[in-house]
């Protein structure tokens, strides 16, 4: 079973060829012209997947070292996203479908994320609670199988990497802002401010970050001036990366012993951050199995679909013939 996967629900456009549970390519071009604008503009995304959808087909075909004829069955990302972007790879993928006549896989893009983890490390047993954490998403999965799962909690508001970007714009920094604020924070003091924790306490397992943007907006209008001291601007990136770890850590440890649930995975490209996957790896001295993807497969990418893809058609009696299945811009909710 060889699958061609295709991934482009927001500013990454990416193809991935897989063998059974085998990646044999995970091309991924990120698009670099949103920095200019502090934030993705959507008419851009998707003029850029057009411009780069077909050639990274070819490149990733040429990687895998195979031909679109040996290819059995194809993968797209049809939820959730921008729509322009997600319009322009499931067009794509059923203009391959129809042409070579092969079975077409929609996917949840959050799913994805989801089993990112099964398919870093196949000795990954059920049921693990995943925490899938990026610029639009933040929230807990308890996993039982690949047909099942449920939303255990979310964010009300920001996600924690739109707080990371928001925050960084606060501070005068580039987009996207997360990566910065990690750099910055590595010589910085974390408990320089103190910012809130908003939720930590709460007894369910959902979060909410805009109180910490609006705190963090307030506390450099009275203490700081333009352009911020690269010391203050160090002391505040890790005092905020501390209050967003802190939160993140602490409700996933809680959902994982309410749930007595042994394994944890992560997903989406805040996890990323040195201080989450660090944080991640200590619970591991309390009993806990933490599996961290390689970067490749935190951020957007298309070799989780195609993974994803794989399972359903182990799992299911579906044939994935209907092509005329719509794209979603709606993020997921609880059930
Ligand atoms: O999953 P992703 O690539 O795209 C989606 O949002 O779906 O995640 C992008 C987010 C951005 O908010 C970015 O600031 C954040 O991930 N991010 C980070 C780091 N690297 C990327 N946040 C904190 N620390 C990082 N090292
Ligand atoms: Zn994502």
Do not use: W
Request: aromatic share 8%; charged share 20%; glycine share 6%.
């Amino acid at each position: 079973m060889n699958i061609l996967a295709i991934e482009s629900s927001c500013d990454d456009t990416s193809i991935a060829v897989l063998k059974k549970n085998n990646v044999l390519s995970n091309v991924i071009s990120s698009q670099t012209i949103h920095s200019n604008f502090g934030g993705i503009v959507p008419e851009l995304a998707s003029r850029a997947h057009i411009n780069n959808i077909s050639s990274l087909t070819a490149t990733s075909l040429k990687i895998a070292e195979l031909d679109i004829e040996s290819v059995n069955a194809i993968a797209v990302t049809s939820e959730p996203g921008l729509l322009g972007s997600l319009i322009v790879g499931s067009s794509f993928a059923k203009g391959l479908s129809l042409k070579y006549n092969l079975p077409l896989i929609p996917i949840n893009h959050i799913e994805g994320h989801i089993y990112s983890g099964c398919l870093e490390d196949d000795s990954l047993e059920f049921p693990f609670i995943s925490l899938v954490v990026s610029g639009g998403h933040t929230s807990l999965f308890l996993v039982e199988s690949y047909t099942e799962y449920s939303i255990i909690g979310m964010t009300k508001d920001d996600a924690a990497g739109e707080a990371f970007d928001k925050i960084a714009k606060l501070m005068g920094l580039g987009y996207p802002g997360g990566p910065v604020i990690d750099r910055l924070a590595k010589e910085g003091n974390p408990t320089e401010y103190d910012f809130p924790r908003s939720m930590i306490n709460s007894d369910d397992f959902d979060f909410s970050f805009s109180g910490l943007k609006t705190s963090v907006r307030y506390f450099i209008q009275k203490n700081f001036e333009f352009p911020l001291e690269e010391k203050n601007k160090q002391n505040l990136a890790a005092s905020v990366q501390s209050a967003i770890v802190d939160v993140l850590i602490h409700k996933t440890y809680k959902a994982a012993k309410k749930h007595k649930v042994k394994n944890i995975v992560i997903g989406g490209g805040v996890s990323a951050n040195s201080l989450l996957r660090k944080s991640f790896l200590d619970l591991e001295s309390k009993g806990f199995k933490i599996v961290l993807p390689k970067m490749e497969y935190c951020i957007d990418n298309a070799a989780m679909i195609g993974f994803l893809a794989i399972k359903k058609i182990e799992h299911t009696s579906n044939k994935f013939k209907d092509l005329t299945f719509k794209v979603s811009s709606r993020p997921m909710r609880s059930k």
